[in-house]
């Protein structure tokens, strides 16, 4: 591993699952060579491996076209130290994780300056502005991806990839057992449980979250004994959570992190669209993906995406197999009655348990953090030999 030794590598993720993906990629990396160094923008988990934050990923993260403008400040001026850096530090090497607008922007700064670029978990260019693909083909050196359809896509586009299976396969751990995880939360054991997952994001959250709390009496009309659950995700504002939630109601807990407790606990949950979703599934959740934007952001959304399904789990199965929500049908009368179609009939349930197991085989085995790190210490290596780096 001598040639990649010392060599420092600029990272860019722009929201908190990419911190994820890129804690555990360069936890990998020093596995491989103790001797890398990192710079770039992430958020605690990528500083906790050792990487040097320029800035942080929570400066960045934004769900639809109004959310961009109101921190197009900020990332302009992250822009700008991450265009310093290149001179400054001198990258061997820049990945690449997620966040494809900002990300492929950055890309032609680095291009110009001949860094390689390594692109970790693909822009969704199956789903809206397949155009990308050229623009990564001229970009790109390596393209390693994480949906087993994704290769396909970029072989015929003669794109140098990988695939190398879902990251989240390596980092779903329950802390505790069924019995203690309701023990922990001060919920009863043997009665209906439904998980709120409103997302990651307050946006999100503030979006989400009022229709669900306002389906609870609903769904409790209907079933006798019922108790809900709201995990809330690193990084939000736990009283504004609970601000949402409104008074005391017995029926409720919220409780910090533990999502996935929470959905090993639950025989439903109701889950913002994104990486939850794929979560969800890997836990074997029965679940309903709700997604709500700003109106401009939906519009412009619809009129660029060409996928029939706005949630992963649907995306990835190629058919509806969980039900999905999106805007105006994000009402509580809704979330109830697609939560009753579940609750009230077990081959229902049954069906849908079975066919995210089968989609769990489909994203990988574990390993896929290790897989991409070899990947990229031997694409190290091989322009290092070539007098590329």
Do not use: C
């Not at 990300?103 to 397949?130: D, G, M, T």
């Not at 623009?135 to 072989?155: A, D, Q, S, T």
């Not at 023990?183 to 043997?190: P, V």
Request: aromatic residues 6%.
């Amino acid at each position: 591993m001598g040639v990649t030794s010392g060599k420092k590598i600029l990272m860019i993720a722009g929201e908190a699952s990419g911190d994820l993906h890129g804690s555990h990629l360069v936890k990998e990396l020093l596995s491989l060579d103790p001797r890398l160094q990192f710079y770039g923008v992430g958020g605690e988990k990528m500083k906790n491996e050792g990487v040097e934050l320029i800035a942080e990923s929570k400066e960045m993260a934004v769900v639809g076209i109004t959310e961009v403008l109101l921190k197009l400040k900020s990332i302009f001026r992250i822009y700008r130290k991450l265009k310093n850096s290149l001179a400054a530090h001198s990258p061997s090497l820049v990945i690449l994780i997620d966040y494809p607008d900002f990300n492929l922007h950055f890309a032609r700064e680095a291009k110009k300056k001949n860094i390689p670029i390594v692109y970790y978990i693909s822009p969704q260019v199956w789903a809206w502005r397949k155009g990308r693909i050229k623009k990564i083909g001229r970009l790109i050196k390596k393209m390693i991806v994480i949906f087993p359809f994704e290769k396909k896509i970029y072989e015929e586009a003669k794109i140098d990839v990988d695939f190398v299976g879902h990251p989240l396969l390596d980092s779903i751990r329950p802390r505790f057992s069924r019995e203690e995880a309701f023990q922990k939360f001060s919920l009863t054991s043997g009665i209906v449980t439904i998980g709120l997952l409103p997302g990651s994001r307050m946006n999100e959250v503030r979006r989400l979250l009022p229709p669900m709390i306002e389906a609870i009496p609903l769904i409790s009309k209907q079933i006798n004994q019922v108790q809900f659950i709201i995990p809330v995700a690193p990084g939000l504002d736990l009283g504004e959570v609970k601000n949402l939630v409104g008074g005391k109601r017995e029926n409720i807990r919220v409780v910090e992190n533990n999502i996935y407790d929470v959905m090993r606990i639950s025989d439903v949950v109701i889950v913002a669209s994104g990486t939850a979703t794929i979560e969800a599934a890997i836990m074997g959740a029965p679940m309903i993906v709700v997604y709500r934007v700003s109106p401009l952001t939906y519009l412009l959304g619809k009129m660029l995406i060409k996928v029939k399904n706005i949630g992963m789990v649907n995306i990835i199965a190629g058919k509806t197999v969980v039900p999905e929500l999106i805007q105006k049908d994000v009402t509580p009368e809704k979330i109830t009655s697609a939560v009753l179609r579940i609750l009230e009939n077990p081959s229902k349930q049954e069906e849908i348990k079975k066919e995210l197991s089968s989609l769990k085989e489909k994203i990988g085995k574990p390993g896929a953090s290790f897989r991409a790190a070899q990947i990229i210490v031997s694409f190290l290596q091989r322009h290092a030999n070539n007098g590329k780096l």
